[in-house]
């Protein structure tokens, strides 16, 4: 069910941690009789080894580290902050900015509909590197499908910065379940995802005006361009652990960015990207 906040990299911090989050919870579910209307505080501490948005990297091919603090009114309303922390060769875990979310979840009565409503406010450091950091709100929902066989996701989102964009999100993924003498919960859930949206740039060129057979001048013309492309594949493997009031999760994720924004036949500096694997680790605690 997704990975890292779909895709960008916001979507992607987010997407992992509320979709680790929604599969945790599913799991649970179907283990315990809990209060559901109780109001919950949900504690979590997550480490990305490549952040990425769609596959977009800075620079600096950045880690990350980001606690992420979650308020549960009931099983369906929730808000949650997540500071993020940055790691590379010129940075030490340096503080990048806080992303806050409020959200709606819903599992249907018979068990066969998942879906997630969420907005996204972030307040990135003026200073940061992130890709993402010209994010300044996002809303999204995603709806899955849950059967014995398939779980098939569809999705879609719209981001506001200077300007306005819209994603849309596909995916399939099969749940393994084992619950042990314990009553913990091993969940196994291979995935594959599709990211696709708009993207908005200028792009220049030289144009020589010509007046019949007379040489004209030449001279250097921008236009605003927006099209609609498939911006990456995914294809990941969480594992989570439910314990209790406690869950450990390993997600090993190998993304392929496409239509990487070029210049002159030459990528953007703000696109810089190639296919690579990474891994996220996280521990939560129910309180």
């Not at 018979?110 to 969420?118: D, M």
Request: proline letters at 4%; charged letters at 20%; aromatic letters at 14%.
């Amino acid at each position: 069910m997704g990975c890292f906040i779909n895709g960008p990299f916001m979507k992607k911090i987010f997407i992992l941690a509320v979709a680790c989050t929604s599969l945790g919870c599913y799991a649970k579910a179907q283990s315990d009789s809990t209060d559901k209307s109780k109001i919950k505080v949900k504690l979590s501490v997550n480490y990305n080894r490549h952040l990425n948005y769609y596959g977009r990297t800075d620079s600096l091919r950045s880690s990350g580290f980001f606690p992420l603090a979650e308020l549960w009114f009931n099983e369906n309303f929730y808000v949650s902050a997540a500071p993020v922390f940055i790691n590379n060769k010129s940075a030490s875990f340096d503080y990048a900015g806080t992303v806050a979310t409020a959200g709606y979840q819903f599992l249907s009565p018979e068990k066969t509909w998942l879906g997630n409503f969420y907005v996204v406010k972030p307040f990135y450091e003026s200073n940061s590197q992130l890709v993402q950091s010209s994010l300044k709100a996002q809303g999204s929902f995603t709806i899955t499908n849950l059967n014995k066989f398939i779980d098939v996701t569809g999705g879609a989102d719209v981001k506001f910065s200077d300007k306005v964009d819209f994603g849309v999100t596909g995916g399939v993924d099969h749940i393994f379940r084992k619950q042990f003498a314990d009553n913990s919960i091993l969940v196994i859930d291979p995935s594959a995802y599709v990211f696709a949206g708009t993207q908005q740039f200028t792009r220049s060129y030289y144009k020589k005006n010509n007046f019949l057979v007379v040489p004209g001048v030449g001279q250097t013309v921008s236009e605003e361009v927006k099209t609609f492309n498939i911006l990456s594949y995914e294809f990941s493997m969480p594992v989570i652990l439910v314990k209790d009031k406690f869950q450990l999760s390993l997600t090993p994720a190998y993304v392929v960015p496409e239509n990487l924004v070029t210049v002159q036949g030459r990528p953007d500096l703000s696109e810089r990207g190639k296919e690579m694997f990474y891994v996220t680790l996280g521990a939560k605690v129910v309180l």
